[in-house]
């Protein structure tokens, strides 16, 4: 029941922000307005339902207009640097997906007006994997992926 | 003290903002290891960032985030002065915000 009381309040919270922001900019679309936290998309255990969760369609095209930028070895799989960039026009959203985590999508920014395609974060890896930046331009998912080395209790090497 | 260090430092085009959180971002997997039991699942769900007012950026979050989470990320059409807000709401109801001016 503790559960249900802060999903409650989440959407609370979520709604009255939702209201000054509209007021404020007038500019926000609904859409964005009305995130709420998306736990299907996060508990999903493979990176097609966490997408299908989250922006309603898989459906990816590699692009080269979206660029990730993580280290191909891991040192310290529990703060793993990723940077994303994107020159796409209209960017809704960037988020950052492990394929190989139990749950794979880490983060998802929905980026408002004057927001630059681009995001810096720090995510926790389990185990060598992809890490997949998928960027929602226009409607459609664009994304680029890079392998990220990681050795369990390595020292690096 | 406020959980939350924001810097933000406008250039010639764009802002850039960064943060840092201190969380502990528990996944609910770990376990401790002196009593056995799982550590339960604590971690920043979402993150608002605010100019004057306007929400700019969402950060929505899984428990894979890094612990003390990091961002930065670049803005457009903000100046020096302006205010940054960030907010954040974890899985257990706390919250935490802090402003500071584009400098």
Redesign the interface.
């Known amino acids: 029941m503790i559960n249900m ?2 999903r409650t ?2 959407k609370g ?2 709604a009255v ?1 939702a209201v ?2 509209a007021m ?2 007038g ?2 679309t609904p859409r ?1 307005v009305l ?1 709420a ?2 736990s299907n998309a ?1 508990k999903a255990t493979t990176v097609d339902a966490a997408l299908d969760a989250l922006a309603g369609s898989h459906a990816m095209t590699r692009s080269d207009k979206v660029q990730i930028d993580a280290p191909d070895l891991g040192e310290n799989s ?3 640097p990723v940077k994303v960039f994107s020159q796409l026009d209209d960017i809704e959203s960037i988020s950052i997906l ?1 394929e190989k ?3 794979p ?12 395609g ?8 389990g185990k060598t994997s992809n890490v997949i930046a998928v960027v929602k331009a226009g409607g459609k998912l664009y994304s680029a992926q890079k392998e990220v080395k990681i050795t369990i209790g390595g020292c690096g090497g | 003290m406020s959980t939350i260090k924001i810097r933000a430092k406008a250039g010639d085009k764009v802002t850039k903002v960064s943060a840092l959180i201190e969380h502990p971002m528990e996944t609910g997997m770990r376990k401790d290891k002196k009593t056995g039991k799982k550590i339960p699942a604590h971690f920043i769900q979402e993150v608002v960032c605010e100019l004057n007012g306007t929400v700019v950026l969402t950060a929505l979050w899984g428990p894979a985030v890094s612990k003390r989470p990091f961002l930065q990320f670049k803005l457009h059409g903000a100046k020096k002065g302006d205010i940054i807000k960030l907010s954040w709401v974890d899985n257990k109801g706390e919250k935490d915000s802090a402003e500071k001016a584009i400098a």
């Open positions: 009381k802060r309040f989440l919270s979520v922000g000054s922001a404020g900019a500019l926000l964005v995130a936290w998306p996060f529990a703060v793993v492990v985590n139990a749950s999508l880490t983060a998802s920014f929905i980026l408002g007006p004057g927001v630059e681009f995001i810096n974060t720090r995510i926790k890896m």
